[in-house]
């Protein structure tokens, strides 16, 4: 009724609702006071057991301000965090570099010591080749001494010296490969690069773990999900529903308190029941002391339909703010695990930053490993390749001594031809003085008796002898070489050239 101060202050029901109840209970005229009093009595216990959820509004009060706080922690743990990880990602890159050069190094050793090995594989086959040959070569009979068992070439070679430079090439193989695995003797404070290549490696995947491992998108098992910043608000607007609500209860209770003093005898029974009142509940009715505005009964009817349509929905109030307090306990569960979530990963954060430290402290060793390992291998790269020139000049050596071995059979050749010829001029010579012999006598002959004796003393005179006798009788001993060796040798020499 537009007259009555209830029918504004109370129209919409607990919830707030526009809409009345279906069906007004229609009062008895008979109902007697007793029994309208007893009604009262229990609209006002029920009411005020419901007042019993302030208890919930007030824990709503601490779950806002305590998210707030966690918040604003979990806020600025996340920056720190996000700062320090960037640092860490950053460093690693650095770390990650300067791993590659040294693991850069190592490979380019290795592949280095590969390609030294290759060249030296080939220049021993050369060698081999070239001594192969010299063992298939028979030295010609003519050549050897009598009796003497028939040899080859290699019978002049230094097989001990061959040996030992090939000794020496395999023991700075060998200490190559050593440099390449283990430490060399002697240095107990240096690992071997292969070793601090590997630590370097474990080293970084440890600070990469640590900072990945909990990094990774938070994994929320109670199904909230919901981003941080959003949680305060959704905090805030539930608080401020369950106060509402509570307004809404305390007011039933004043309603209560007020309909029983306007009953007879009810006076005394609200004043026992408010006695234990919490402090914090403020009623309006405490505000009119004993002084009662009288009402009418249309006025009073009116307040008890409202008082009946407010206490069938109590339970339902009571159960809304206490179910809301459960949804803001869970979502405030969810940001304490949050925060707890980010606290470690910042732990984790900070512990990958003192194991960076650590390693730091390390990286002058891991870059002293490759310096060392260059330098020792260019130390031992050096004497192979000394060693591996030896290893050619020999080969040289003894591809010129083939060379010279078929020179000297052309040569046998040559001198023997020549050999021949000069005989051939000395059996000319005597030749040609024999014809002079017989030509002197014919003309003797012929003219001498028309000639005096006295006319030129010397012509009677024999042809003057010249006599080719040879110095030294071991310069003609020439070996008999077969014409068919001498033309091998030839083809040898002209296929070196």
């Given at each position: 009724?537009?007259?009555?101060?209830?029918?504004?202050?109370?129209?919409?029901?607990?919830?707030?609702?526009?809409?009345?109840?279906?069906?007004?209970?229609?009062?008895?005229?008979?109902?007697?006071?007793?029994?309208?009093?007893?009604?009262?009595?229990?609209?006002?216990?029920?009411?005020?057991?419901?007042?019993?959820?302030?208890?919930?509004?007030?824990?709503?009060?601490?779950?806002?301000?305590?998210?707030?706080?966690?918040?604003?922690?979990?806020?600025?743990?996340?920056?720190?965090?996000?700062?320090?990880?960037?640092?860490?990602?950053?460093?690693?890159?650095?770390?990650?570099?300067?791993?590659?050069?040294?693991?850069?190094?190592?490979?380019?050793?290795?592949?280095?010591?590969?390609?030294?090995?290759?060249?030296?594989?080939?220049?021993?086959?050369?060698?081999?080749?070239?001594?192969?040959?010299?063992?298939?070569?028979?030295?010609?009979?003519?050549?050897?001494?009598?009796?003497?068992?028939?040899?080859?070439?290699?019978?002049?070679?230094?097989?001990?010296?061959?040996?030992?430079?090939?000794?020496?090439?395999?023991?700075?193989?060998?200490?190559?490969?050593?440099?390449?695995?283990?430490?060399?003797?002697?240095?107990?404070?240096?690992?071997?690069?292969?070793?601090?290549?590997?630590?370097?490696?474990?080293?970084?995947?440890?600070?990469?773990?640590?900072?990945?491992?909990?990094?990774?998108?938070?994994?929320?098992?109670?199904?909230?999900?919901?981003?941080?910043?959003?949680?305060?608000?959704?905090?805030?607007?539930?608080?401020?529903?369950?106060?509402?609500?509570?307004?809404?209860?305390?007011?039933?209770?004043?309603?209560?308190?007020?309909?029983?003093?306007?009953?007879?005898?009810?006076?005394?029974?609200?004043?026992?029941?408010?006695?234990?009142?919490?402090?914090?509940?403020?009623?309006?009715?405490?505000?009119?002391?004993?002084?009662?505005?009288?009402?009418?009964?249309?006025?009073?009817?009116?307040?008890?339909?409202?008082?009946?349509?407010?206490?069938?929905?109590?339970?339902?109030?009571?159960?809304?703010?206490?179910?809301?307090?459960?949804e803001m306990e869970t979502r405030f569960d969810?940001?304490?695990?949050?925060?707890?979530?980010?606290?470690?990963?910042?732990?984790?954060?900070?512990?990958?930053?003192?194991?960076?430290?650590?390693?730091?402290?390390?990286?002058?060793?891991?870059?002293?490993?490759?310096?060392?390992?260059?330098?020792?291998?260019?130390?031992?790269?050096?004497?192979?390749?000394?060693?591996?020139?030896?290893?050619?000049?020999?080969?040289?050596?003894?591809?010129?001594?083939?060379?010279?071995?078929?020179?000297?059979?052309?040569?046998?050749?040559?001198?023997?031809?020549?050999?021949?010829?000069?005989?051939?001029?000395?059996?000319?010579?005597?030749?040609?003085?024999?014809?002079?012999?017989?030509?002197?006598?014919?003309?003797?002959?012929?003219?001498?008796?028309?000639?005096?004796?006295?006319?030129?003393?010397?012509?009677?005179?024999?042809?003057?002898?010249?006599?080719?006798?040879p110095v030294e009788t071991d310069a003609g001993?020439?070996?008999?070489?077969?014409?068919?060796?001498?033309?091998?040798?030839?083809?040898?020499?002209?296929?070196?050239?």
């Amino acid at each position: 009724m537009s007259d009555s101060p209830y029918s504004h202050t109370q129209e919409g029901g607990l919830y707030g609702s526009s809409e009345s109840l279906e069906g007004r209970d229609e009062q008895d005229p008979s109902t007697t006071t007793t029994t309208t009093l007893e009604k009262l009595l229990d609209y006002l216990l029920a009411s005020k057991r419901s007042l019993s959820s302030t208890n919930h509004v007030w824990r709503a009060n601490e779950i806002v301000n305590s998210a707030r706080e966690a918040l604003t922690e979990a806020v600025i743990i996340q920056a720190r965090s996000d700062f320090l990880k960037q640092a860490i990602v950053e460093q690693l890159r650095v770390l990650t570099a300067v791993k590659n050069g040294v693991e850069q190094v190592a490979r380019q050793g290795r592949d280095d010591f590969e390609a030294t090995l290759r060249d030296l594989d080939e220049a021993d086959a050369r060698l081999q080749a070239t001594l192969d040959l010299l063992k298939s070569t028979l030295v010609e009979a003519a050549l050897s001494p009598p009796q003497e068992e028939q040899r080859t070439l290699h019978h002049f070679v230094d097989e001990e010296g061959v040996e030992k430079l090939k000794a020496g090439i395999r023991a700075s193989i060998d200490l190559t490969q050593f440099i390449m695995v283990v430490d060399p003797p002697g240095q107990e404070a240096h690992q071997d690069l292969r070793q601090a290549v590997k630590e370097f490696e474990h080293d970084i995947q440890s600070i990469r773990k640590a900072v990945e491992s909990k990094s990774a998108v938070y994994i929320d098992h109670n199904g909230s999900g919901a981003p941080l910043a959003t949680i305060v608000p959704s905090l805030e607007g539930q608080a401020k529903e369950m106060a509402e609500l509570l307004e809404s209860l305390a007011r039933h209770f004043d309603l209560c308190v007020t309909a029983l003093k306007h009953t007879e005898g009810g006076g005394a029974v609200a004043r026992d029941v408010t006695t234990d009142m919490p402090m914090d509940i403020h009623l309006s009715s405490d505000d009119q002391g004993n002084s009662i505005e009288p009402i009418s009964d249309e006025e009073k009817q009116e307040m008890l339909e409202v008082l009946a349509k407010d206490a069938a929905e109590l339970e339902d109030v009571v159960m809304e703010i206490r179910d809301r307090l459960a949804e803001m306990e869970t979502r405030f569960d969810y940001l304490i695990t949050r925060l707890e979530h980010l606290t470690t990963v910042h732990a984790d954060d900070i512990a990958a930053f003192h194991q960076l430290e650590d390693v730091g402290t390390r990286l002058p060793r891991y870059a002293y490993h490759g310096r060392d390992f260059v330098g020792r291998w260019e130390e031992q790269k050096q004497q192979i390749t000394e060693r591996m020139d030896e290893l050619e000049s020999l080969r040289d050596f003894y591809d010129n001594f083939l060379m010279a071995y078929d020179s000297m059979i052309i040569e046998i050749g040559r001198r023997r031809d020549m050999q021949n010829k000069m005989e051939a001029v000395a059996k000319e010579a005597m030749v040609k003085i024999d014809q002079d012999v017989d030509a002197r006598e014919a003309f003797r002959q012929d003219h001498g008796p028309y000639l005096p004796s006295d006319i030129w003393p010397g012509l009677t005179n024999t042809p003057l002898r010249f006599g080719i006798v040879p110095v030294e009788t071991d310069a003609g001993n020439i070996p008999d070489i077969p014409r068919k060796v001498l033309e091998q040798a030839t083809r040898r020499a002209h296929r070196r050239l």
